[in-house]
């Protein structure tokens, strides 16, 4: 199977995107009063930054829900990428049964990271909060680390419940874990030709049924398979139109710009949200169409995106203790301007985060990939199978098979004649 690295760039991209979204959510909350009301405080900083923090469209750079969306959109494309080129749905059963460990290893280290961050008592989450005004960041880290509760978190608590009071931003861990186990349910029952729109809108059906908060997360990932298969268009006004499309489902916010949007008869979270996946979709699409291969095939992309996983896992911990650190050391002992030290914060951030997600990717992502692949080792087979593409392809080999075996039994009957 053919890599694609631009979807690689892409998800580099979107894990720049979140960090960005917490450290400004952190230190420059005023920004996020139409993105994520109720997370400042009435003193918190208003000035030229914070406008353009929140000015539509450029606050699509830091939405990090739509970052999440576009992850749960490539995971439903990468995925499924090796079914859509051969349509053989025996790899599902190998990555299904790897995915646990795949996710699980990294996912420890992460929650067993944080914990260390906590016992050590390096967070300054709630000192920071009251100088930059941000409830969200004086909000983490209340209650004492406990190694036990750590430990569960770590091994399955996080994964399978979809919470972590260790690293919060884990909650997307389960949805990660069930939507690849639907895409791959999903592409192995759904049949092809004028039958699939239906067995799409069945499973989403299914999935508002059982999910009814979360169902536009997990239609990200059957979505984002069928982007693996879409006609593609070198179209600039069809490309151009659907840039627009995701860049104002992506900056999805409460403003009343998006008062149009109340039509539909959703809660905000799952408005958002859909949104937010819709954003994701037309983005892949665009992307899988050539556009921004430049700039998603570059070095820096190309570099983010190989350690976009452990970028992702790491960053909160960090973000906590080293950056509300330096920011009060910056706004409080050396009085400067908030603004000013959460300009300096936020590369500082960078650049640690960074060098502790190459370790982490060296580590424990690298392990969880050895370990899934060392569990569940590919079955060998000594002779090549031919995937099945369609059920005319089906019902094709069952007659030559059928005619084979006929003309056999003419052939034997006039031996014996």
Known sequence: MRKDISADGLRGLAAVNVLLCHLFLA??????????????????????????????PL????????????????????????????????????????????????????????????????SHAVEAGHLSGSTWLADFWKKPPDFIEAL????????????????????????ELLGSMFVFAYRSLTLPGRAAPLNFAFAVALLAW????DWPYYT????????????????????????????????FDVSPWYDWTHALPLADNERKALFNVVGGILLLYVVRCGSFDRVLQSRPAQFMGRISYAFYLVHLPILLSFSAWFFTVMAGRLAL????????????????????????????????????????????????????????????????????????????HSGHQ
Not at 210 to 213: A, D, I, L, M, Y
């Open 27 to 56: 230190f420059l909350p005023g920004g996020f009063a139409w993105i994520y009301p109720d997370t400042t405080t009435p003193d918190a900083m208003r000035g030229v930054v914070d406008h353009v923090i929140a000015f539509q």
């Open 59 to 122: 606050s699509v750079l830091w939405n990090g829900q739509f970052a999440v969306c576009i992850f749960f959109v490539l995971s439903g494309y990468v995925l499924t990428k090796s079914f859509i080129e051969t349509g053989d749905t025996g790899s599902f059963r190998l990555r299904a049964s790897r995915r646990y460990l795949r996710l699980g290893v990294p996912i420890f280290g992460s929650v067993m990271f944080a914990w260390f961050v906590m016992a050590m008592g390096w």
């Open 152 to 175: 569960r978190d770590g091994t399955y608590g996080t994964i399978l419940g979809g919470w972590s009071r260790f690293n919060p931003t884990l909650w997307t861990m389960k949805i």
């Open 210 to 213: 059982f999910f009814p908060h």
């Open 220 to 251: 990200a990932f059957l979505a984002g398979s069928h982007v693996g298969e879409a006609r593609l268009t070198t179209s600039k006004p069809l490309l151009a139109l659907a840039v627009v499309g995701a860049i104002i489902c992506g900056g």
């Open 337 to 412: 301007d908030p603004v000013t030290a959460a300009m300096l914060t936020v590369p500082a951030t960078f650049a640690v985060v960074i060098a502790a997600a190459m370790v982490f990717d060296r580590t424990f992502d690298r392990w969880g990939i050895q370990l899934a692949g060392r569990v569940f080792r590919a079955p060998r087979s000594s002779a090549k199978t031919v995937a099945l593409r369609s059920v005319d392809g089906f019902r094709r080999r069952v007659r030559y098979h059928r005619r084979r075996v006929i003309e056999k039994d003419v052939s034997r």
